[in-house]
């Protein structure tokens, strides 16, 4: 049997599954036939769920059933939604519904990704020249310094000294980059939540963490209470989705206020400050007219629209001053370099 929790599939492999699944189920063809065809052409991991799913079905278990096997695919959210629609037969119009959840999940992660995509490969490329000068360029020139017998200013002597440094004990520098890219990982692998709260609490980015904790929390709510889930149920599955402790704990403390006999509003009210008050003013309004999905929908569109603008704030904010400091530390190691040399030109017109 295979190992269903080892089991991974795209992005847009998930997309393909869910929206043919939905579409020919609107069609009215039954979910045997369904999978039957989507097997013809599937490979890789999406075969593995379809053929565990043809089998689930020919023994009479549910799609949902099925679908929890295999969990880094279909998360609690999602295994759930699909098992609501089940028993309010409701399949095909929720399969469209995550299609485009799941759509634009994707597009949101994206937007992430690629925001910091520029920085980190201005700091690749910086730490790559600095490491090329430091290895292959500086210790030919410091050669050359030395056989001229140059005084060299304090700026190049410390250039020359970490190149040493490092030409000298590559081994140990190797071990020692190695060592600590280990340790991350371990503690990264052993200690996650530790180190994600960390990373986390960095100034710029908690701000930004924090808006995209309310937009997934309030688009999985979203999905849920339009499935029909309890909004207890549904609450407690969208501590799953968040990533910080302390939108998890706000998210725990919403349920028990529900449970206490009191709103979702009251809820979220209890931690003003943190939750934006255009999130609590909908969410009422919603709570008011019996539409509270639609407004989780609204709130969680625009929520999506913050984090962009933000990102390309910040991005924009990142990238000048990076390119700043790349600037300063390339400039100045290279006029470690020139100095010198203008210094012993000097003394070479002197003495003529």
């Known amino acids: 049997m295979a190992d269903y929790l080892k089991v991974t599939i795209s992005a847009s492999e998930k997309i393909s599954l869910v929206g043919n699944m939905a579409t020919m189920l609107t069609a009215g063809i039954p979910i045997l036939e369904i999978v039957n065809s989507l097997l013809e052409d599937s490979k890789g991991g999406q075969k593995e769920i379809l053929t565990a799913l043809r089998d689930d079905i020919n ?11 295999f969990p880094r695919v279909f998360d609690k959210v999602t295994v759930n939604v699909i098992k609501a629609s089940e028993e309010a037969g409701t399949l095909e119009v929720t399969l469209n519904d995550l299609k485009e959840t799941i759509r634009k999940e994707i597009e949101f992660n994206d937007k992430v990704r690629s925001s910091f995509l520029y920085p980190a490969f201005i700091g690749v490329t910086f730490v790559g020249i600095l490491l090329l000068n430091l290895f292959f ?8 310094f030395k056989n001229l017998r140059v005084d060299l200013p304090i700026p190049t002597r410390i250039l020359i000294f970490l190149s040493d440094l490092l030409t000298q004990n590559t081994l140990w520098v190797a071990l020692g980059i190695g060592g600590t890219i280990l340790g991350i990982y371990l503690l990264f692998h052993f200690k996650r939540n530790f180190v994600l709260g960390i990373f986390f609490s960095l100034p710029l980015i908690s701000n930004v963490v924090k808006l995209i904790d309310l937009t997934r929390f309030s688009r999985s709510l979203y999905l849920l209470l339009y499935s029909g889930l309890p909004i207890t149920e549904a609450l407690e599955l969208t501590t799953d989705v968040v990533s910080t402790r302390r939108m998890s704990k706000i998210v725990e403390n919403c349920k028990e206020t529900i449970m206490g006999g009191k709103k979702l509003s009251d809820g979220l009210r209890s931690s003003q400050g943190y939750i934006p008050i255009i999130m609590i003013k909908l969410i009422e309004a919603g709570e008011k007219t019996g539409t509270l999905d639609k407004s989780m929908l609204e709130i969680s569109e625009y929520f999506d629209y913050t984090v962009t603008n933000t990102l390309k704030n910040l991005t924009t904010l990142i990238e000048p001053v990076m390119l700043v400091l790349v600037g300063i530390v390339v400039g100045g190691m290279m006029l470690s370099i020139i100095a010198p040399i203008y210094g012993l030109i000097s003394q070479v017109g002197s003495v003529r």
């Open 59 to 69: 023994q009479g278990k549910q799609i949902h059933a099925s679908f929890a096997k």
């Open 137 to 144: 360029v500086i210790p030919k020139i410091a050669v050359v």
